[in-house]
């Protein structure tokens, strides 16, 4: 007798497997106008957030911190903190597979369509792709003589500490920081603000050799490429 979730899930894995390569092979194409690209790429980025918790980021910071300041004692205590906090999430992690495996996505995210913290997030989602849809079809010229012309596709770094990656791809300097939250999180940097309105704290870092850098994403990827900064840190290129 066949186990009908389980052939369920199978069939679930295969559609997303074969969506998956179907949207990365569109969206490299010419045949989207820019305007479609950019929400597609907003529905992705609401669900791509980072496996870890606020508190494990906090935590790295805080280690980070008290190692810049020679303090061993509060080092350690922090480590031991983290290692707690880590037990946990993975304990965590363990029960949503066991999870997983008994149920389909699907009937997972209709259980949590009353919880107010998914609503915010599929409502906040819906009323951004409303937004956004509007002005493209009330501006469709927009951008227009730029699309013409083929576009250089950004380079994309993956940057790895301590057996954890995150990518930080090298956009267009109009490109607000707060996109790749995740990766400026990884290197110790911290945001005030929420969404799209979240601005970093600082707007420089100190080199290695005690000079001050503008941040943004190239002086980042260059200092980490030169070994000039972020020590413990190392970026390979996509």
Known sequence: ?????????AEESVVALHSKAEYENAINLSQHVPAAKIISEMVLDAFHTSKESDQIRELRIAIRQAHDSFDDDQAYDLMGQLKQLKDAEAADSAALEDLSSKFSISRILSSFKDDPEFQELVYGLALKVLNQSHQAISNPSAGKGKASRPKKEAEVFVISKDGISVTLPLRTPRSRLNV????????????????????????????NSGAEQPLSRKSVITALQQQTAFDGYSIAQQ
């Open 1 to 9: 007798m066949s186990d009908s979730h389980t052939e369920h899930s």
């Open 180 to 207: 790749d939250r995740e990766a400026f999180e990884f290197l110790g940097f911290s945001f005030v603000g929420e969404g799209d309105e979240a601005e970093l704290e600082v707007e420089s870092f100190v080199d």
